[in-house]
């Protein structure tokens, strides 16, 4: 956009956008950097939750531990040959005291129970289960979940040690079964979030037990090799019921058995959530703000504004008695307006009484200076009749009686302006019979002439008049003296008005018997085609129908085509 429209731009722009625009302008700073903090505390708060989970798989894995190996040097602190009640009693009291295990057991080296803190089933193919097995061939530690029998109520862990002679003879088997309840992480200590799973696997991705399997993947896919054979991990994927979870590893015993936890990954969370409420905070103030600023301005100014408006439109027609009233309720700035605006209405009021009074002042004073040239002129017409009728010869009683004629006719336009309703307008037809009557019927000398008027109404006004009326005078005065005589004849006058145009015939019949006359190269008609000019318009004469002659003057009506001066 360029600098000058731009400025249109701005310049068509109303007040309530205006404001929203400075609105804008100045709170987008506040919610760019809203916007920034909470995706940068988005990942700080992913960032942290991750690696809560890490510590919690670490922890769940350290307390496995921890309570197997409890479970091991309490059952090695026993004395190898104590069996029997007190054995019996002796784990029952270190169970009761520890959380976490559903039993303690000592089996010898045919697999029969030597003492337990609970009751333990019976298995007659206990020694050649896999996991007694592999511990009679000199393996230190195996875990299951899948023993041949129940050991608990409830799905858990059997985790078994070798127990030795002090000449490493296999001497049984001490056993922790751990419920698998006791290592969910959902407890408050632990840190985990909720719904939170475990598990216990191999490092071929073999689940040994888990409390839903449905929470984990159904296949690790190599998550327990590299790096995680020695360390926590963590990734995102897909559970076996094809929900979003996050899942960490850590190593239980060596690098072959790992505890796992399965999270769920909830979009919705407050990690997720804290950046879309920091942005929405922000966005929903900045909207409230605009709606603010737009019903403040609607109703602060722009209202206001339209009511002085509609009272700046009835000053404009003239009213300038009515007061804006309403606005003194408005705002400061308001009411100052609309008393400055009143205070205007009623000085133009006065001046525009002072103007009509002095226009009127003026039109009586032009009138009465119209109605005295009208007088004047009259005066002069009446000396020069006077005159005319003392003069012999008939060649200057003709001559004096031509310009009297012309002065009447000055005289006329003079009482037509006075008398009428405008003084600078005057209705032509009106003029125009007025006119003609006077000249025929005064002016005739007792012939007898017919007169035929088709006259259109138009309003001219007094420059282009006198030309007008000139030129009638002398066209209706050459066709008394050439065309009419002294037995009369039809005189026929019309004007005609047309678009851009007026055209005016003044025609007579000619005398009875007597030769059609020719258009010679007279004064009158040197009169007539200086009035023409003067008029801007063109005369020409020709000879009549029948035997008289026919004068046209064709002028333009537009207000544009001034009179020559």
């Known amino acids: 956009m360029t600098r000058g429209r731009a400025a249109s731009w701005w310049l068509r722009t109303p007040i309530r956008a205006r404001l929203a625009l400075a609105l804008a302008l100045g709170l987008a700073p506040l919610l760019i950097l809203g916007t920034v903090q909470s995706l940068v505390n988005y990942r700080l708060e992913t960032r942290d939750r991750r690696a809560e989970l890490v510590d919690v798989a670490q922890r769940s894995a350290a307390s496995v531990r921890s309570r197997m190996l409890a479970g091991q040097v309490l059952l090695e602190t026993l004395a190898p040959g104590a069996v029997g009640v007190d054995c019996a009693q002796n784990l029952a009291a270190i169970k009761d005291r520890l959380t976490g295990y559903a039993n303690l057991i000592r089996f010898d080296s045919i697999g029969r129970v030597a003492c337990a803190a609970a009751s333990a089933p019976p298995d007659p193919h206990r020694r050649d289960r896999p996991w007694f097995r592999a511990l009679a061939g000199g393996q230190a530690m195996t875990f299951t979940d899948d023993p041949g029998v129940s050991y608990a109520a409830t799905p858990a862990l059997i985790a078994s040690f070798r127990d030795e002679e002090s000449d490493g003879q296999f001497r049984g088997v001490l056993t922790a079964v751990l419920p698998l309840s006791s290592l969910r992480p959902d407890r408050p200590v632990s840190g985990a979030p909720p719904h939170s799973e475990v598990a216990i696997a191999d490092s071929t991705g073999l689940y040994l037990s888990s409390t839903d399997a449905s929470a984990f993947p159904a296949r690790l896919s190599g998550r327990l090799a590299g790096p995680a054979r020695s360390q926590a991990s963590l990734w995102l994927g897909r559970s076996r019921d094809g929900r979003a979870r996050i899942f960490t590893s850590a190593p239980l015993v060596g690098q072959d058995v790992f505890v796992l936890i399965s999270a769920p990954n909830d979009p919705l969370s407050w990690a997720a959530v804290s950046p879309i409420v920091a942005v929405a905070l922000p966005l929903l103030a900045f909207i409230l703000a605009l709606a603010a600023v737009g019903i403040v301005a609607d109703r602060g100014v722009v209202r206001w504004i339209a009511y002085l408006r509609r009272f700046a439109a009835i000053y404009a027609h003239g009213r300038y008695g009515v007061h804006p009233v309403k606005a ?182 000619g005398r009875i018997g007597a030769p059609t006359p020719v258009v010679g190269e007279g004064v009158g008609r040197t009169l007539m085609t200086a009035f023409a000019r003067q008029m801007r318009g063109a005369a020409d004469f020709c000879a009549g129908p029948r035997q008289g002659i026919t004068a046209r003057l064709v002028f333009p009506t537009s207000d544009h085509a001034e009179p020559e001066t």
Not at 354 to 366: I, Q, R, T
Not at 460 to 480: H, S, W
């Open 328 to 509: 003194l309720g408005g705002p400061p700035e308001i009411r100052d307006l609309a008393r400055t605006m009143d205070a205007m209405a009623g000085v133009i009021a006065a001046r525009d009484r002072a103007l009509k009074e002095g226009l009127a002042e003026k039109d009586g004073l032009m009138r009465e200076i119209h109605h005295r040239v009208k007088n004047n002129l009259q005066v002069i017409s009446s000396l020069l009749n006077l005159q005319q009728r003392a003069l012999a010869d008939p060649a200057a009683r003709a001559a004096m009686s031509d310009t009297r004629q012309r002065i009447t006719a000055l005289a006329l336009i003079y009482r037509a302006l006075y008398q009428g309703v405008d003084l600078k307008r005057v209705d032509l037809r009106d003029f125009l019979e007025e006119l003609i009557a006077h000249l025929v019927v005064n002016e005739s000398g007792g012939a007898a002439i017919e007169t035929h008027l088709e006259i259109d109404p138009l309003t001219i006004d007094p420059d282009r008049l006198a030309p007008l009326a000139l030129f009638a005078v002398e066209a209706i005065t050459n066709a008394k003296k050439h065309g009419l005589g002294e037995r009369g004849g039809r005189l026929t006058v019309t004007f005609k008005v047309r678009p851009g145009e007026a055209e005016l015939r003044i025609s007579d019949s």
